[in-house]
T-cell receptor, first 111, second 115 residues
Framework: QQQVKQSPQSLIVQKGGISIINCAYE??????FPWYQQFPGKGPALLIA?????SEKKEGRFTISFNKSAKQFSLHIMDSQPGDSATYFC??????????FGPGTRLSVLP | DGGITQSPKYLFRKEGQNVTLSCEQN?????MYWYRQDPGQGLRLIYY???????QKGDIAEGYSVSREKKESFPLTVTSAQKNPTAFYLC??????????????FGPGTRLTVL
């Protein structure tokens, strides 16, 4: 029940296209859902996060969509750029507990 | 310049040796964490500490040890008991936001290779 599933494992998108990464969870106690971006050889960096009281959050080209009833959330990257090529991790956490991370999605944006 | 520093960036270990990875933060965060990342895999929690002089095992603590003598420091020792230590090690710290949830920040990582 603590697991966070993430798909796809890898994703190839043309420059200017939309990248979509999906995550699903079981534990209804989760109340914070961040996305992290990691470049090779670097530590993950917080990209955007959402709480379940909203269905969507947008920051620039990055949008999180959240479906509480389906226990799913997704990251959309609009107008994808080669500089967005990285590994993306979703995570879920409940108050006072440790983060649970998805296995990651390796995104490649072709020029 | 606030943040989390990890050293060294690369570390090579001979079989049977213990090695210690350094993690320092000047963010004044109470909680600190160690994760292990293997190629193509997610982050697995090794140890975490919520306050000084206290720490708990994560999901894969066997073969590792930690200490938390100072708020800003959380070193990780990879012992000879860890049979497959080659991996990328990430240190993180977190703060409880005004909204009531933890926001976690990561260091740049240490890549450990066993020769």
């Amino acid at each position: 029940q603590q697991q966070v599933k993430q798909s796809p494992q890898s994703l190839i998108v043309q420059k200017g296209g939309i990248s979509i990464i999906n995550c699903a969870y079981e534990n209804t106690a989760f109340d914070y859902f961040p996305w992290y971006q990691q470049f090779p050889g670097k530590g993950p960096a917080l990209l955007i996060a959402i709480r379940p009281d909203v269905s969507e959050k947008k920051e620039g080209r990055f949008t999180i969509s959240f479906n509480k009833s389906a226990k799913q959330f997704s990251l959309h990257i609009m107008d994808s750029q080669p500089g967005d090529s990285a590994t993306y991790f979703c995570a879920a956490v409940s108050y006072g507990q440790n983060f649970v991370f998805g296995p990651g999605t390796r995104l490649s944006v072709l020029p | 310049d606030g943040g989390i520093t990890q050293s060294p960036k690369y570390l090579f270990r001979k079989e049977g040796q213990n090695v210690t990875l350094s993690c320092e933060q000047n963010l004044n965060h109470d909680a600190m964490y160690w994760y292990r990342q293997d190629p193509g895999q997610g982050l697995r929690l090794i140890y975490y500490s919520q306050i000084v002089n206290d720490f708990q095992k994560g999901d894969i603590a066997e073969g590792y040890s930690v200490s938390r003598e100072k708020k800003e420091s959380f070193p990780l020792t990879v012992t000879s008991a860890q049979k497959n230590p080659t991996a990328f090690y990430l240190c993180a710290s977190s703060i409880l936001t005004s909204g009531g949830w933890n926001e976690q920040f990561f260091g740049p990582g240490t890549r450990l290779t066993v020769l």
